[in-house]
């Protein structure tokens, strides 16, 4: 009676919050207000993210550059081939992108039994895959090549890749995956191809080895094939039981987010959802690890936190809230909105989609860009002349950062940038007044 009287008491110590102070401590929270530099950040920073499904586009070109000062893919590429860091596909998205996890290999057996499962892909080919890998262990191509009867290379390599997003098989490096994001296409567009030469000439094109010598482009294999190919499970030493599962994973969702609400756990796709964890964190508030309590305003009442972290989003809210506007992709963990939080209104769909970035100012939703669509969706807060110009500003970081090749807006909110619309007309008029130039399918940011 007395410990359940002191946990209460601990509960409503703490004020909450509004929703833009916990979008700054979330920030904060992954290292993007103050990125540090080095080996030692990546781990910090894998640290937080393991077991996140991030898309694969977006880890090195926002992600992980966001964190990590001076990023550079050897860093990743040196804890990959050492054998120390495992990335497991979770989910495909179109042709050439899709959703990864990376883990430190000690923690593959307690978080892989935690996730929803993915569609188990079918047919001869896949399962000739699986019994190569399962007899042979570890494979490069020419070895898979060689085991696999009555396929083409272009029908092995989209097999290979669907196996990847499944999460059955992965590779001792990013180069193929590289590979893939860069247009040697896994094949997965291949498996229906027409009948004009052209296509089969392209297609062609996608799978064949570059710099090969002679007669070994069987082994040496398309770009999208290079490296040592896996079972995932082949790389678990023992499974964990499903209570050791939840508790890993309980623990991994309070490292990643600091203050975590149920929102949070529904978005990381956790199998059993929020009840899945919920047991599992009661627990942990009745030892005294975590902290339960009414933190976040406006968000479920069932919030967990680590001790330390309540400290930090408390202090979040004497941050100056005219901070620097933060470029985040979409689908970032650190970006809330979508996910822990809902967008702010508009007429709008914002979405946490691949491509996509969300302009954050002192934890205010700004605006939200596709990148591959031109499109622009604007909240009420865009409209503020301030906002707009540091909106404008933060956009042209994302061509000098390399993130972008320019920035052109087709469309606003949904509608043509060119249509006579009250509201289209107020936000272009707002972004001819701050370095865009009409052009003659949108408006174009100037240098």
Same mark, same amino acid.
């Given at each position: 009676?007395?410990?359940?009287?002191?946990?209460?008491?601990?509960?409503?110590?703490?004020?909450?919050?509004?929703?833009?102070?916990?979008?700054?401590?979330?920030?904060?929270?992954?290292?993007?207000?103050?990125?540090?530099?080095?080996?030692?950040?990546?781990?910090?920073?894998?640290?937080?993210?393991?077991?996140?499904?991030?898309?694969?586009?977006?880890?090195?070109?926002?992600?992980? +550059?966001?964190? %990590? =000062? *001076?990023?550079? @893919?050897?860093?990743?590429?040196?804890?990959?081939?050492? &054998?120390?860091?495992?990335? #497991?596909?979770?989910?495909?998205?179109?042709?050439?992108?899709?959703?990864?996890?990376?883990?430190?290999?000690?923690?593959?057996?307690?978080?892989?039994?935690?996730?929803?499962?993915?569609?188990?892909?079918?047919?001869?080919?896949?399962?000739?895959?699986?019994?190569?890998?399962?007899e042979r262990g570890a494979?490069?191509?020419?070895?898979?090549?060689?085991?696999?009867?009555?396929?083409?290379?272009?029908?092995?390599?989209?097999?290979?890749?669907?196996?990847v997003w499944a999460g059955?098989?992965?590779?001792?490096?990013?180069?193929?995956?590289?590979?893939?994001?860069?247009?040697?296409?896994?094949?997965?567009?291949?498996?229906?191809?027409?009948?004009?030469?052209?296509?089969?000439?392209?297609?062609?094109?996608?799978?064949? +080895?570059?710099? %090969? =010598? *002679?007669?070994? @482009?069987?082994?040496?294999?398309?770009?999208?094939?290079? &490296?040592?190919?896996?079972? #995932?499970?082949?790389?678990?030493?023992?499974?964990?039981?499903?209570?050791?599962?939840?508790?890993?994973?309980?623990?991994?969702?309070?490292?990643?987010?600091?203050?975590?609400?149920?929102?949070?756990?529904?978005?990381?796709?956790v199998r059993g959802g929020?009840?899945?964890?919920?047991?599992?964190?009661?627990?942990?508030?009745?030892?005294?690890?975590?902290?339960?309590?009414?933190?976040?305003?406006?968000?479920?009442?069932?919030?967990?936190?680590?001790?330390?972290?309540?400290?930090?989003?408390?202090?979040?809210?004497?941050?100056?809230?005219?901070?620097?506007?933060?470029?985040?992709?979409?689908?970032?963990?650190?970006?809330?909105?979508?996910?822990?939080?809902?967008?702010?209104?508009?007429?709008?769909?914002?979405?946490?989609?691949?491509?996509?970035?969300?302009?954050?100012?002192?934890?205010?939703?700004?605006?939200?860009?596709?990148?591959?669509?031109?499109?622009?969706?604007?909240?009420?807060?865009?409209?503020?002349?301030?906002?707009?110009?540091?909106?404008?500003?933060?956009?042209?970081?994302?061509?000098?950062?390399?993130?972008?090749?320019?920035?052109?807006?087709?469309?606003?909110?949904?509608?043509?940038?060119?249509?006579?619309?009250?509201?289209?007309?107020?936000?272009?008029?707002?972004?001819?007044?701050?370095?865009?130039?009409?052009?003659?399918?949108?408006?174009?940011?100037?240098?």
């Open positions: 009676m007395v410990r359940r009287r002191s946990l209460a008491k601990l509960r409503k110590e703490v004020e909450p919050v509004d929703q833009q102070t916990f979008a700054r401590f979330l920030a904060e929270w992954h290292g993007v207000s103050a990125p540090t530099h080095g080996a030692d950040a990546l781990v910090e920073t894998l640290t937080v993210l393991a077991g996140s499904a991030l898309v694969a586009s977006t880890l090195e070109t926002d992600i992980l +550059p966001m964190r %990590v =000062r *001076g990023y550079r @893919s050897t860093l990743l590429d040196d804890l990959c081939t050492s &054998g120390e860091v495992v990335w #497991v596909g979770a989910g495909s998205l179109g042709g050439n992108d899709g959703r990864i996890r990376l883990f430190f290999a000690d923690q593959l057996a307690a978080f892989l039994p935690a996730f929803e499962q993915l569609d188990t892909p079918v047919g001869g080919v896949h399962d000739q895959i699986r019994a190569a890998l399962g494979c490069f191509w020419g070895q898979l090549r060689s085991a696999v009867r009555g396929a083409t290379d272009t029908e092995l390599l989209a097999a290979l890749w669907d196996l059955e098989v992965t590779n001792d490096s990013l180069t193929p995956l590289r590979a893939v994001l860069h247009g040697a296409r896994s094949g997965k567009s291949a498996r229906s191809l027409p009948a004009a030469s052209s296509a089969r000439r392209q297609a062609a094109r996608l799978v064949r +080895p570059r710099h %090969v =010598r *002679g007669g070994s @482009s069987g082994r040496v294999g398309p770009p999208a094939a290079q &490296g040592r190919w896996s079972l #995932v499970s082949q790389l678990v030493e023992r499974p964990s039981s499903a209570t050791e599962a939840l508790h890993a994973i309980a623990m991994q969702l309070l490292e990643r987010h600091g203050v975590l609400t149920r929102e949070a756990v529904l978005a990381e796709h929020f009840a899945g964890v919920y047991g599992v964190l009661k627990a942990l508030e009745e030892r005294g690890t975590v902290r339960r309590g009414y933190f976040v305003d406006g968000l479920g009442a069932a919030q967990f936190a680590v001790p330390g972290a309540v400290d930090r989003l408390r202090a979040c809210k004497e941050i100056d809230s005219t901070l620097s506007v933060e470029v985040l992709a979409a689908t970032d963990p650190a970006q809330p909105y979508g996910a822990t939080l809902d967008w702010p209104a508009t007429t709008g769909r914002p979405s946490r989609s691949a491509g996509a970035v969300v302009l954050i100012g002192g934890g205010e939703a700004l605006a939200w860009y596709d990148v591959r669509s031109h499109h622009l969706v604007t909240f009420a807060a865009s409209l503020e002349p301030h906002n707009c110009s540091a909106i404008v500003d933060a956009l042209g970081t994302l061509v000098k950062d390399g993130r972008a090749k320019n920035i052109e807006v087709r469309k606003i909110n949904g509608a043509g940038v060119h249509d006579a619309t009250p509201e289209t007309m107020q936000v272009a008029a707002l972004l001819e007044q701050h370095r865009f130039a009409r052009g003659y399918r949108g408006l174009v940011l100037r240098d």
